[in-house]
């Protein structure tokens, strides 16, 4: 099956209208792939910031994952060669709804891969989670009668369920595929979520404004510029197989956060506060990583990474 009518890939992107989906779409545009949006919601003034004119070409259809006439129509636009699945409810959400949450997280998923059989889209890569493991031995919140490195919440535990459902995909159809495990995804437009509070730290400081950073502790972090290419590239390049793997995720603290901002815009850290609950960190046991599969892999420093964020928000 061809892509787009031009022989360019025609890539799906479920959640495209999220703060990593739009980083996704700037990355294949720069390809030169044709992208496809299927989301319950459009957010083309968030494309516009970080896309630029383009955004107005691209392909939108609105939907949820459970109404397949609906995603039937949005695979069918191009006809679409690949897919990229990033639409998910996060942690709060699924805790307080667990039905919703499941209905979304896990039977969405399986939606969206049993479109994508029926399809025969080339590549597929989607997002999993460091949540499908338990925090860091010695954590508080590893205290209690529970078994080390299992998910800690409904999010975590659907996010594990479909990893389950991938692999049975490819033992089955031969469907390949490939999920990343990023842990906290930072940079420019990361704006919900207790964990944004490093990349709303890094815009408040590129704007002279103060800030409270809401939570403590050291949390691995993957910026958002290299966690779409780890999207695009597993999508366009997927190997036989289904694949789950971590990506680098380099740990810091959020003291560290505040002083490598501080390096960046002097000044800064008599701005930036800290106060919070302690966030713990995943253990993962880092068995299957990004490079496994793709040799080359070279992720962004975090230093490097905060520096194109303020930069982002100064112009």
């Given amino acids: 099956m061809s892509g787009s009518p031009t022989g360019s890939p025609r890539v799906l992107v479920t959640g495209g209208s999220g703060f990593i989906g739009a980083w996704v779409l700037r990355e294949l545009l720069a390809l030169g792939a044709s992208p496809v ?22 392909a939108f259809h609105r939907g949820q994952l459970t109404d397949r006439a609906a995603l039937d129509r949005a695979f069918a636009d191009g006809p679409v060669s690949h897919v990229i699945h990033l639409a998910a409810l996060l942690t709060p959400d699924c805790q307080s709804d667990p039905i919703r949450g ?7 998923t399986t939606v969206l891969f049993e479109a994508a059989r029926i399809h025969k889209v080339r590549g597929l890569s989607w997002a999993s989670s460091l949540a499908v493991f338990g925090p860091e031995p010695g954590e508080a919140a590893n205290a209690g009668p ?17 990893e389950l459902v991938a692999e049975q995909y490819w033992m089955h159809f031969q469907l390949p595929s490939v999920g990343l495990r990023p842990h906290v995804v930072y940079g420019p437009e990361r704006e ?17 404004e103060s800030f409270t950073i809401s ?15 780890a999207f695009v590239r597993s999508a366009l390049e997927t190997p036989p197989g289904a694949h789950v793997v971590d990506l680098p995720s380099e740990l810091a603290s959020v003291e560290q956060i505040v002083a490598a901002i501080e390096r960046i815009v002097p000044g800064s850290a008599g701005t930036l506060t800290v106060d919070g609950p302690c966030l713990p960190s995943n253990d993962s046991p880092r068995t299957a990583m990004i490079t496994d599969l793709f040799p080359d892999w070279r992720a962004t420093t975090l230093s490097e990474g905060l520096r194109q964020t303020v930069d ?3 112009t």
Wanted: hydrophobic share 40%.
């Fill in 146 to 162: 529970r078994i080390p490195n299992r998910p800690p919440s409904f999010y975590g535990a659907f996010k594990k369920a479909c």
């Fill in 215 to 229: 939570f403590r502790g050291a949390l691995g972090y993957d910026y958002v510029v290299d966690v779409a290419r």
């Fill in 192 to 208: 919900q979520g207790i964990s944004a509070g490093p990349s709303l730290a890094a815009r408040a400081a590129a704007h002279g």
């Fill in 102 to 108: 499941c209905e979304v997280n896990m039977l969405g």
């Fill in 37 to 58: 949006v299927f989301d319950a919601v459009e957010n083309r003034r968030r494309w516009q910031r970080i896309i630029g004119p383009a955004a107005e070409s691209i």
């Fill in 312 to 314: 982002f928000y100064r």
